[in-house]
């Protein structure tokens, strides 16, 4: 991967910073628990995800990666962190400022990252090669999914919460 990719797509992984803070600071507390279907994440559950990506999964693969691709990655569950890290009682506003100095840390180590090899790859086991360009790349599609999926929910609180119709802002 060249240093330019490389340093774009670090400053989007903060201007993604940015965006989840601005759509999650100061977030009515009637919202972090709100989901619009049974089956799908509140604000809370989100952040929290995001949270335990950064530390566990992007962060900890891409460093294991770049210091020796031979590494087996440490096996994670996000689908079963939810209910087995009790998501859902956690603080979401001490959850929100994890999550954004997570980010920070994960900013700080990956400018730091320089001279390493970018070109290693990790041979996963079931899906093969898994390069550095990959992670990073992923990490930042993660952000879009998620910064997505918050959008979605916002507008979906906005459109249970009120009386009026929302189609004079256009179709959603």
């Not at 797509?9 to 009637?30: C, G, T, Y």
């Not at 087996?72 to 859902?88: F, L």
């Not at 992923?138 to 918050?150: C, G, P, S, T």
């Amino acid at each position: 991967m060249n240093a330019q990719h490389r340093i774009a797509l670090i400053a989007q992984l903060e201007r993604n910073k940015s965006v989840i803070h601005a759509l999650l600071v100061a977030l009515p507390p009637e919202e972090h628990h709100w989901r619009p279907a049974p089956e799908k994440w509140c604000a809370l559950e989100v952040i929290a995800h995001l949270r335990d990506e950064e530390q566990e999964d992007f962060r900890a693969r891409l460093r294991s990666t770049l210091a020796d691709p031979r590494t087996p990655w440490p096996p994670i569950d996000p689908t079963a962190w939810v209910n087995e890290r009790r998501y859902m009682e956690q603080d979401f506003d001490a959850t929100l400022i994890d999550f954004l100095s997570e980010r920070e840390q994960s900013l700080n180590w990956l400018r730091g990252q320089e001279h390493a090899d970018w070109d290693n790859a990790y041979i996963h086991p079931k899906v093969g090669p898994v390069s550095c360009e990959l992670l990073l790349t992923n990490w930042v599609a993660h952000d879009l999914h998620h910064i997505r999926q918050l959008i979605h929910l916002r507008y979906a609180y906005l459109k249970g919460h009120t009386t009026v119709p929302l189609d004079y802002a256009g179709t959603w």
